[in-house]
C-alpha cells in the first residue's frame, strides 16, 4: 500500500499544477515502494558461508561426500530462510540500497520523457520508500541555470520526512521549495504549454 492515498496525490498534483504556472519547468514525481527486490542478495550470503563449510568441517573425521552435502545443505537452507523479509532487510549494505535507487531514479527521468522536453527544462523528484531515498534530478536547462547545492537541503529536509512517515507534506514542501528556485530560473513565459502529466506516478503499490 503506497504511504499516501488518492486525496493526497490530488493535492500533489494540483501542487505540481501550482508550481509550473511560475515556471517553464516540466515537473514530474515519482514514489516507489522499492527500488530491487535485492532477492540475489539472500543467495550471495548463503553462497559465502557454505564456501566456508568444508574449511570448518576440515578437521572433522566427515568424509568429503558428507562434507559435500553439509556444504550443499547450508546454502539450501540460508537460501530460504535468509528470503524473510526482516532477515533479509538487514543483509542489503546502506550503500547497495543508494546505488540501485539511484539507478532507478536515473532510469525514471529517462522512461517518463524528462529529458524530451522542449527547452530540456524537465525535473523529477523521486522517492523510493524501501530505500528512504530522495533525489532531485534536473535537465541540463536547469542544471545550467541552478547550482546543485541549492537542490541539496531540499533533499535533506525530505528524506527526514520520508523517515518520519510523511510523504505527502514532503512533496508539497519540496514542490514549494523547488517552484521558489524554477521561478527564479526558468520564469514562465507565454507560448510554453504543460508538456508531461502533473499526477503522482506511484510504482510497485498493488
Known amino acids: 500500500m503506497a504511504l499516501i492515498g488518492t486525496a493526497e496525490q490530488t493535492r500533489i498534483s494540483e501542487a505540481i499544477a501550482e508550481v509550473e504556472r511560475g515556471t517553464d519547468a516540466e515537473l514530474v514525481t515519482v514514489l516507489a515502494a522499492a527500488s530491487d527486490d535485492y532477492r540475489y542478495i539472500p543467495l550471495l550470503w548463503a553462497a559465502l558461508v557454505a564456501l566456508i ?8 573425521p566427515l568424509s568429503t561426500s ?3 552435502t553439509a556444504q550443499l545443505a547450508t546454502f539450501l ?3 530460504v530462510l535468509l528470503q524473510i523479509e526482516t532477515l533479509r532487510a538487514r ?5 547497495v540500497r543508494t546505488l ?5 531514479a536515473r532510469r525514471q527521468f529517462l522512461e517518463q520523457g524528462l529529458h524530451h522536453t522542449s527547452d530540456d527544462t524537465g525535473v523529477l523528484i523521486f522517492v523510493s520508500e524501501a530505500e528512504r531515498y530522495v533525489e532531485i534530478l534536473v535537465d541540463r536547462g536547469i542544471s545550467a541555470k541552478v547550482d546543485n547545492e541549492r537542490w541539496s537541503s531540499i533533499i535533506e529536509n525530505f528524506v527526514k520526512d520520508v523517515h518520519d512517515g510523511q510523504v505527502e507534506q514532503g512533496f508539497l514542501t519540496a514542490l514549494a521549495c523547488c517552484g521558489d528556485i524554477l521561478a527564479e530560473a526558468v520564469p514562465k513565459t507565454p507560448d510554453n504549454h504543460n508538456e508531461l502529466d502533473n499526477r503522482l506516478i ?3 503499490y498493488d
Open 202 to 204: 506511484l510504482i510497485g
Open 53 to 60: 563449510v568444508p574449511s570448518a568441517l576440515y578437521l572433522t
Open 91 to 95: 543483509l542489503i549494505p546502506k550503500s
Open 66 to 68: 558428507w562434507m559435500i
Open 100 to 104: 540501485r535507487a539511484a539507478n532507478m
Open 77 to 79: 537452507v540460508l537460501a
